[in-house]
């Protein structure tokens, strides 16, 4: 996994629920069959509401539906990010639509940990408000092993809290790759 990333931003605002990244309606498409699982990429964020979606700039896509992918790597999020049911699809969907990092000020319990057991992108938090000084389009310089990220407009540096253990399972590829590179048994689980 990359942990230098620069790329443009999809900025959105607090309380971005699971059924906003993936609604419920699109929950019958298969997470095993890849070339269904790759559709989940263009319905990502395809629940937020046209007037958050790309604040503060207005609304913007995510994803292109045909490609099924999104310019955008990196989502900036307020508080309480991937609140709602607790479907593992929303990190899959966002996985799948090219997102490799998201930094957030805080995020729900069970969407940070679907997002690191299953190996997806690091959850990153941060305590300033980004939201409020950086827009959709604009460019991030992401450096994880730092955590520090960089608003390339305005040349501002902010801090990233550490990650600590939870980076190494990503790193890993998800829980399961972890847990085998640790000399746990490759069925079974943890």
Request: charged content about 20%; glycine content about 12%; some cysteine.
């Amino acid at each position: 996994m990359n942990t230098d990333i620069k790329s443009t931003v999809y900025v959105l605002g607090d309380n971005i629920d699971t059924d906003q990244i993936i609604p419920a309606a699109h929950l019958a498409i298969s997470l095993s069959d890849p070339s269904q699982r790759a559709r989940y990429g263009g319905l990502a964020l395809s629940g937020v509401p046209a007037p958050q979606a790309g604040l503060p700039t207005g609304n913007m896509p995510f994803s292109n539906t045909t490609s099924n992918r999104s310019q955008y790597k990196i989502i900036i999020a307020g508080k309480n990010f991937g609140c709602g049911s607790s479907r593992e699809h929303a990190p899959v969907a966002l996985y799948e639509a090219g997102v490799r990092a998201i930094i957030a000020r805080s995020y729900a319990r069970i969407f940070y940990r679907n997002a690191i057991d299953g190996g997806y992108f690091p959850p990153l938090e941060i305590e300033a408000d980004l939201t409020s000084t950086i827009a959709t389009g604009d460019s991030i310089h992401l450096d994880w092993d730092a955590c520090t990220c960089v608003h390339l407009e305005s040349g501002r540096r902010y801090d990233l809290k550490e990650m600590g253990a939870a980076k190494e399972i990503i790193m890993a590829g998800g829980l399961f790759p972890y847990y085998r590179s640790r000399g746990g048994h490759s069925q079974g689980g943890p």
